[in-house]
């Protein structure tokens, strides 16, 4: 019987060697399994703490990870969800004090926190507080941190690099399902072996695809660098005593001994790797993740199909999987002999800042392009999502100074995708059933804020059926742009759609704040019990109707109506 015969679909997380099928979201589940199975073999007694909370690029992240669990009954993997991303954060944080308590039965807890980029911003005091705090010699923590670039589920097009420099989180961004398991062992060893919480940033596209790994070469070996700082071996332990003077020194200890270890773990193994490196080459392409894997598409597209013949036009690559922050000596070697480098990479140019930083002064300076031409036009969007097709053109211009004649003009993305015309439009719409189809029914004139969730389709529907919507806010701030509103305008009243995901989420607080600023706002609040619009997990933290309704009224909602379609269910409690 082949390898492929005996295939059962939950070899992806029972397996140890052989070949498996994953998609990104799986081998993020996979991630403490395999780590955890590799601690086992070197003899040390592991747990594993996953919180956070999901949503798209993550959706389905929490069921993946309790079904892993659940298929490895012998490993110590606790999965926690929580109300919302900060109290994730805060408790990943925990896992990490853990280790250094006395009665604390393992070598250390290997901490996972999961969210999407909005996520991201709403934990980021929790997080600061957890990256301050450290992580333990032989656990680790890890911001998993789901990016939408092209705001296919999201209120906004996120990148969340920038929000992670400024965490101090070093970044490594997988660009398939294989990288994902890699750089997701490699996110541990560093957070373990610095004391530095590490991010695995994953976009869209990988979080969806998927693909076939070999597990082989698939778990990471870390090697250990010198980790000497002023003349003794560093071992950070987790210290959550954050009031001066310790939060100055551990200020001090993440941006000096922390920093500068991550640096040596970055060379020791490599994670940088230059991965076309012909001598006479004339022009260097950095890139990382997702966009790296598109740059390679983007070359075979113009006509480089191989490694070989990209080195036989003068190109040189690098790759980033550790984007930020890299080390300046690496930059300074991959430009020798350059003419020209060009940092491909979707949205902010922090890595051609830091690329332009790392050679300012060097006595060889090519000249560094990222975002614009010379002359200032638009070289590489930093907008929506950056694949192949949207860098074709800047990448021809470019290349064709000197290789013409080796390159394939552009196709329009038209021709590419050879899209059909329709002839019928279709917008989304509720489902046949759904409360949102009477809920979303108002009077004339009325002031409508949307609501985060499947609620936010009547931003696509006729005004005359749904009223005038004023927009949607971030989830948890439903209602609380009328405060804003309501002194400056005619109307008097507003109307807040709030799905109850995102009432036990974050938004029951704007009740309170809506009270104590004495605005008119009636909330619709819909209660189905499942979080639809991220993958129909249970909502967290949930109270009755009858339970609501009484913490409103103790709250001073000066109205409560229940409208239900089993009015008996509700009579008592009335
Ligand atoms: S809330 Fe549920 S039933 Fe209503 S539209 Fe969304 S997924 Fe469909």
């Given at each position: 019987m082949s390898d492929l015969d005996s295939y059962q679909?939950?070899?992806?997380?029972?397996?140890?060697?052989?070949?498996?099928f994953v998609t990104g979201v799986q081998a993020l589940a996979r991630i403490p399994l395999q780590q955890l199975r590799a601690d086992r073999s070197q003899g040390r007694n592991t747990a594993a703490f996953l919180s956070g909370y999901p949503g798209s690029p993550l959706a389905g992240l929490n069921f993946e990870i309790d079904k892993a669990r659940s298929l490895a009954p012998e490993l110590p993997i606790v999965h926690r969800p929580v109300l919302n991303e900060e109290h994730g954060a805060t408790a990943v944080m925990g896992s990490q004090l853990a280790a250094g308590q006395p009665d604390c039965a393992y070598d250390g807890i290997v901490g996972l926190w999961y969210g999407k980029a909005p996520?991201?911003?709403r934990a980021g005091d929790a997080l600061r507080h957890a990256v301050f705090t450290g992580t333990s010699r032989h656990g680790g923590a890890v911001a998993i941190v789901g990016d939408d670039p092209a705001a296919k589920s999201s209120t906004l097009p996120s990148s969340s690099d920038a929000t992670l420099v400024d965490l101090h989180m070093?970044?490594?961004y997988p660009g398939d399902v294989k990288e994902v398991l890699t750089l997701g062992m490699h996110a541990v060893a560093l957070s373990r072996i610095t004391g530095a919480w590490t991010a695995l940033k994953v976009v869209a596209a990988v979080a969806d695809g998927s693909g076939t790994v070999d597990l082989s070469s698939s778990v990471v070996l870390p090697k250990v660098p010198d980790l000497t700082i002023d003349g003794v071996p560093y071992l950070h332990q987790p210290d959550a005593k954050l009031l001066p003077p310790n939060n100055l020194h551990l200020e001090r200890d993440l941006r000096t001994s922390r920093a500068e270890l991550v640096r040596r773990y970055v060379v020791a193994n490599e994670l940088n790797p230059t991965t076309v490196n012909p001598p006479d080459a004339w022009i260097g392409i950095i890139s990382s993740g997702f966009t790296y894997h598109e740059l390679i598409h983007a070359l075979n597209a113009l006509g480089l199909k191989s490694q070989h013949e990209i080195a036989s036009a003068g190109i040189r690559l690098l790759h980033l999987q550790l984007p930020i922050?890299?080390?300046?000596?690496?930059?300074?070697?991959?430009?020798?002999?350059?003419?020209e480098i060009i940092v491909v990479e979707e949205k902010n140019p922090t890595a051609e800042w830091l690329v332009k930083d790392a050679l300012y002064g060097n006595s060889h300076q090519p000249r560094v392009l990222g975002k614009n031409h010379p002359d200032g036009r638009i070289l590489m969007p930093s907008h929506g999502i950056l694949d192949a097709n949207t860098m074709l053109e800047g990448l021809h211009e470019r290349l064709s100074q000197k290789i013409p004649d080796k390159l394939r003009p552009p196709q329009k993305p038209e021709e590419i995708k050879n899209l059909l015309p329709l002839k019928v439009q279709r917008s989304p719409y509720f489902c046949s059933g759904c409360p949102h189809n009477i809920s979303t029914k108002v009077p004339d004139d009325s002031l409508i804020?949307?609501?985060?969730?499947?609620?936010?389709?009547?931003l696509l529907m006729d005004d005359d059926r749904v009223g005038d919507i004023a927009g949607v806010t971030a989830m948890g701030n439903e209602g609380m742009q009328?405060?804003?509103?309501e002194p400056f305008v005619d109307r008097k009243h507003f109307i807040q759609n709030i799905g109850d995901g995102t009432y036990f989420h974050s938004g029951q607080l704007t009740i309170p704040s809506a009270v104590s600023a004495g605005s008119n706002i009636t909330f619709k609040l819909l209660y189905n019990g499942t979080i639809a619009m991220t993958g129909g997990q249970d909502p967290k933290g949930v109270l009755s109707v009858p339970d609501v309704a009484k913490v409103m009224i103790a709250q001073g909602v000066a109205k409560i109506i229940v409208t239900t379609e089993e009015p008996a269910l509700y009579k008592e409690a009335s």
């Open positions: 679909i939950n070899d992806r997380y029972t397996r140890d060697e052989g070949r498996v996520g991201l911003d070093p970044i490594l922050p890299f080390d300046p000596q690496n930059i300074r070697n991959f430009a020798n002999g350059l003419e804020g949307a609501g985060i969730g499947c609620h936010t389709m009547v009328w405060i804003g509103m």
